[in-house]
């Protein structure tokens, strides 16, 4: 049922956008919204559960509106109805190429609560060593303050290099989170004085870790959505879509506002039109301001997911679509949020969304294997928690600013999980112990009966 109401709403919003834009991502509003009601057992797909939110936030009721009050983004001006329809379409062509790879999925059974041999055993060294690498990192952001506790607009005039950043700032962030993430998650399965006092002092390092001077939202996604994931992805679906869409959609533009007109002046004449929703309009704008680019066959995925190389080393650096004199010619900045389907269509033509949407959700497929709130606090684990948590800036794009992030979450969840693994090893330790049980006084032989 939930499949044949998915490939008919996606036939209403072509229709629907073939008349009139606005109308189409009106109906992928209502689509998403129905999808997402139908997700609500707990056995079924938290990508899809993510998917549909970020759909919701990013791609349906915000473009709508833009079109309809004629909104524009970096000085770009005014774009036609035709430009955006085509964006709906790459946008639809992602999405059937999501729900494609869902065929014939067998349903889960659904889960209870955690066995009792993962829930670890009250022994002190693994919260000392979660505890010891959340402070080491802690005190790592202070080897650049200038980075972690300067707000944006008032750093010096040396601008960082994009490592520095990453080693500094991003990484460090990310594994007091994680820290805090897997305390958390101990804390709540162990219920012991202990381990709420642990989780309670990482949570405050977290905190001020992530202070919200300039820390990006990708930080705070990536390294606190999985903890969400953990504790209701599937026993309440509906609360984490709502968290997950009242914290992007609503207070976001919000706090972005109060930021940049209070703090530095500058204000958002396009409120609520936030610049965090601009992706489709960017795509559209490339698609109608940009000539017709050759198809690249991959060399645009791959040239904006070698975020990590040097720019001297990095792969096919003429293929990045951001790096085209249209961009700098039609828009007043560059480092424009370009979602990874449309690069796809820079690759392999309407093919290329389809495709993309196909291999991502054929891979959190087996992800979606992983996540389950039962199993031992693992490396294998917090990598799938964070690779669901990092969807939501993926999907919003662009790669190159999603990248980051996302490498320095993956690492941060290895640090942590393998932490965590002395909780297992501890566990198998007390096991192997033989019991010595005190044996019953046989009678010896020949010896009278009492």
């Known amino acids: 049922m939930r499949t044949l109401t998915f490939w008919f709403g996606i036939a209403s919003a072509l229709l629907c956008g073939l008349v009139d834009p606005v109308w189409g991502y009106a109906a992928v509003f209502v689509l998403a919204a129905v999808q997402l009601s139908m997700l609500g057992a707990a056995s079924d797909s938290v990508f899809l559960l993510i998917h549909y939110t970020v759909v919701l936030i990013y791609f349906s009721l915000a473009p709508a509106m833009q079109i309809a009050a004629d909104v524009d983004f970096w000085e770009v001006g005014i774009l036609g109805r035709a430009a955006?329809?085509?964006?709906?379409?790459?946008?639809?062509?992602?999405?059937?190429?999501?729900?494609?790879?869902?065929?014939?999925?067998?349903?889960?059974?659904?889960?209870?609560?955690?066995?009792?041999?993962?829930?670890?055993?009250g022994v002190a060294h693994p919260f000392l060593l979660l505890l010891s690498c959340s402070l080491a990192a802690f005190a790592a952001l202070f080897i650049r303050p200038d980075l972690n506790f300067v707000a944006r607009g008032v750093i010096a005039d040396d601008e960082s290099l994009p490592i520095e950043f990453i080693a500094y700032s991003t990484i460090p962030k990310l594994v007091v989170l994680m820290c805090f993430v897997a305390l958390a998650i101990h804390a709540v399965r162990q219920r012991t004085l202990w381990a709420w006092c642990a989780a309670g002092l990482a949570f405050a390092l977290a905190a001020l870790a992530a202070n919200p001077v300039n820390t990006a939202r990708q930080i705070i996604l990536i390294g606190l959505l999985p903890l969400l994931i953990h504790a209701i992805a599937r026993s309440h679906r509906w609360t984490l879509a709502a968290v997950v869409f009242g914290a992007i959609a609503g207070l976001g533009p919000v706090l972005n506002l109060i930021s940049r007109d209070a703090m530095w002046g500058a204000s958002l004449e396009s409120f609520p039109f936030s610049q965090d929703f601009d992706a489709m309009f960017v795509v559209a704008g490339l698609l109608e301001r940009a000539p017709s680019p050759d198809a690249g066959f991959g060399r645009y995925l791959l040239s904006a997911l070698s975020f990590f190389l040097p720019r001297d080393l990095k792969m096919f650096p003429g293929y990045d679509p951001l790096g085209w004199s249209a961009v700098a010619a039609n828009f007043s900045q560059s480092n424009l949020s370009l979602p990874p389907f449309a690069t796809a269509y820079f690759d392999f033509g309407l093919l290329g969304p389809a495709l993309l949407g196909f291999a991502l959700s054929a891979g959190f497929r087996s992800v979606d294997r992983i996540v389950d709130p039962r199993r031992a606090l693992s490396a294998t684990y917090l990598c799938a928690l964070v690779m669901l948590a990092a969807y939501v800036p993926f999907m919003r794009g662009p790669i190159l600013g999603w990248g980051p992030f996302a490498a320095s979450g993956l690492i941060a969840a290895l640090v942590a999980g393998c932490l965590s693994s002395w909780f297992r090893r501890a566990a198998r330790m007390r096991a192997r112990q033989p019991v010595h049980e005190p044996a019953l006084d046989a009678p010896r032989l020949g010896a009278p009966a009492a």
Do not use: I, N, S
Request: hydrophobic letters at 45%; aromatic letters at 2%.
């Open 84 to 121: 955006h329809t085509q964006a709906l379409v790459l946008l639809l062509l992602y999405m059937a190429g999501v729900e494609a790879a869902r065929l014939g999925m067998p349903v889960r059974p659904p889960v209870h609560g955690p066995r009792d041999a993962d829930r670890g055993v």
